[in-house]
């Protein structure tokens, strides 16, 4: 198993080269440069800050300046945020992304697994058909709809919880249902068609034929392993909802690092745009990383070599 590791990091390091170099080449192909405002500024300034931040370098020496540095540690300065690097940006906003996909992760597993589970015990029932009903929704509905949908009912309506920011838990509850309501779906489906499979296997049948409680049968046999494909889905599924939290940022002005990606993206500043790429391709891969190990640990029968 350790030997397993250690070529996977070894090989995230070609897959991070290849994600920064098409990510530099990507930004740069955009028309546009990250000092052209509104109000155009003379071609002097935009001469001397090009020269000052290293943009009128080839290309190559600007990627492996940047590469040389981020090596060190240093993602560089902020073009629209001078006063900031990448480095004060993505220390001080990703926690607010990581906790938001924290709290869609426990809202997705707390929600869809019951009801996957439920769904299955019931099959071909009205509540069977109800939870897929809900999960299939979940899936439909982007949460550009549910969103505003959410903010228009439970703000603007009912007055009950407030409209947008981040710091309390009341400003948590609706950006995190957004968020991890097509998660939940995801999980119920997946639960469910698990469940189905495991509860016709014969050592469930043997299990009830001794005497075993229906309880029982469900929790410690059924469940149990049931859950082994579930739990290879959460840990892609956690990178996802924080690197796929862009518009539910944008929807309920939450200053995480989805947000600051994409105005920056808008603005050209081609370092915020870098690092955060490759902060996402660091979480994506210690995700994939992460179930792989515990994978073999819940299934022993599951070797690395």
Known sequence: MINYVIRRILWAIPVLLIISLVTFGLAHVIPGGPFDKEKPLPKEIIANLEAYYGLDDPLWKQYTDYLWNALHGDFGPSYS???????DIISAHFPVSAQLGV????IAMVVGIPL???????????IDYFCMFFALLGV???????????IWIFALKLHILPVARWGTWQQAIMPAFTLGIGGAAILARLTRASMLQVIREDYIRTARSKGVSEKNVTVHH?????????????????????TGSLIVEQIFAIPGTGKYFVTS??????????????LYAVLIIAANLFVDITYAWIDPRIKYT
Do not use: E
């Open 103 to 106: 709290l869609a992760l426990i």
């Open 116 to 126: 996957g589970m439920v769904s299955a015990l019931k099959q071909n029932s009205f």
């Open 140 to 150: 439909s509905v982007p949460a550009m709809t549910l969103g505003p949908l959410m």
């Open 81 to 87: 945020s001078r006063s900031r690097t990448v480095n």
């Open 222 to 242: 059924a469940l149990k392993n049931a859950l082994i494909p579930v739990v290879t889905v959460i840990g892609p599924m956690f990178a996802a909802l924080v």
């Open 265 to 278: 993206i808008s603005n050209r500043d081609y370092p915020v745009v870098l690092g955060i790429m490759l």
